[in-house]
C-alpha cells in the first residue's frame, strides 16, 4: 500500500514541478523597462572603465531610473513598482500623556519580575515572547 501512496505522490510531484517552476520563473525574471535601460547603460559604463569616482549601482539607478521616468513619461514609481511590491505593516501607536506619571520605575519593574517569577511557574510559560509580554501588561 506504501508503495502505492510513494508513486502517486512521485507522480504528482513530477507533475507539479514543472507547472510551479513554469509560473515562478518569468515573475521572478520580469524587469521594468528603466531597469533594463539603466542596466544596459550600467554595463556599457562599466565595460567601459567610465564609472565616476564613487559611485555605486543604486547610486546610478537612482537617478537614472528618474531621468529614464522623465524621457518617457512615466513616473519613477510607475517604473519602479513594475517588479517589486511592497508589503505595508500596520503598526499600533499608543496616545502617552507625558504630563502623567506613567510608572516605568525602576522598583515597578522589579515588583513585575517578581510576579513573572511567579507567572511563570506557575503556568510553565517560558521564553522572551511570553516574558515581554507579561511585562507589557503588568508595566502601569
Known sequence: MEAKMDRHIGFVA???????????????????????????EWAKKKEAKTIPEGQTWPKFWSQCSKEYAAAHGTTTDEATTATTQKTTKATKTAAVNEDESTGSSATDKKACDGKWGDYKTSSGTHGWKAYFTFMAKCMP
Request: aromatic share 4%; net charge neutral; glycine share 0%.
Open 14 to 40: 513530477a507533475i507539479c514541478a514543472p507547472l510551479v517552476i513554469a509560473w515562478v520563473v518569468p515573475a521572478i525574471a520580469a524587469k521594468s523597462p528603466a531597469m533594463e535601460a539603466c542596466s544596459a
